[in-house]
């Protein structure tokens, strides 16, 4: 009963096997008309990963999730990361916030400050809100960024509507911030919401990997493309190889 499993495949062994880190690596990313990246979709091994971190406590998912984030996006484009908070009542259920670990976590593969720069206001949670209300979005307040206006990324979960991190963007600008990046873990399948193409990827890096829908690679294949890895791709500040992933 005390077995660890996969958050994926429910394999006993580590939180994430490595199948599933190939099958997070080769996910395609999704940009928002607006502008929000996301590293994944909100379906299959994304989705149970956002609700294993999200609901169930496996709170060391936010490693693997900040690391396909960071394939996403350009950290010298960066000076500071902040998360847009859940409410208060979530984060005492939970014990804590995703999007404060999902920061935290990303912060730290870039040797970036990670600071709390914005506090919700009182309202109901996003989650299970209908799509009208969640639209309305929530309200944060931003302390003021100082005399040198940072760069400032902004980290949330899951992106629907886009209305959190806007409303977010909305008060870290208007606190002084010279411009924020709005990027989220996954996207969910919605009207308004397209697959990445490389040439059009707001902020992606050159590591972005394939844009086709990913499946769980065999054992022999898992070990295959190891042994066909080479370390000579890797560059410096990349936040997860392939080669790191099957270690």
Known sequence: MLINRCSGCSEPGADLCRRCRFALVASRPV?????????????????????????????????YLAEQLSRRLD???????????????RARRRGYDQAELLARALAARWR???????????????TGQSRALRL??????????????????????????GATLHAARDALLA???RSVV?????????????PARRSVAAMAGAESSSTKIPNIPTRS???????????????????????????
């Open 175 to 177: 606190a002084g911030a």
């Open 31 to 63: 940009v928002t008309p607006a502008g929000i990246v996301a590293a994944t979709e909100f379906t299959g091994l994304g989705r149970d990963l956002v609700v294993g971190l999200k609901y169930r406590n496996r709170r060391h998912l936010a490693v």
């Open 221 to 247: 294949a898992a070990a295959t493309l190891v042994s066909t890895s080479s370390r000579n791709a890797e560059r410096p500040g990349v936040a997860l190889s392939l080669v790191r992933a099957s270690s």
């Open 75 to 89: 950290p010298t484009q960066i000076d500071v990361v902040t998360w847009a908070p859940t409410s208060g009542r």
């Open 136 to 161: 309305i979005g929530p309200e944060f307040a931003s302390r003021p960024t100082g005399r040198r206006a940072p760069r400032v990324l902004v980290v949330d979960d899951v992106v629907t509507t």
């Open 182 to 194: 709005m990027a989220a873990v996954a996207a969910t399948p919605d009207s308004q919401i397209r």
């Open 112 to 126: 970036k400050p990670c600071r709390r720069m914005l506090f919700r206001r009182h309202g109901a949670p996003q």
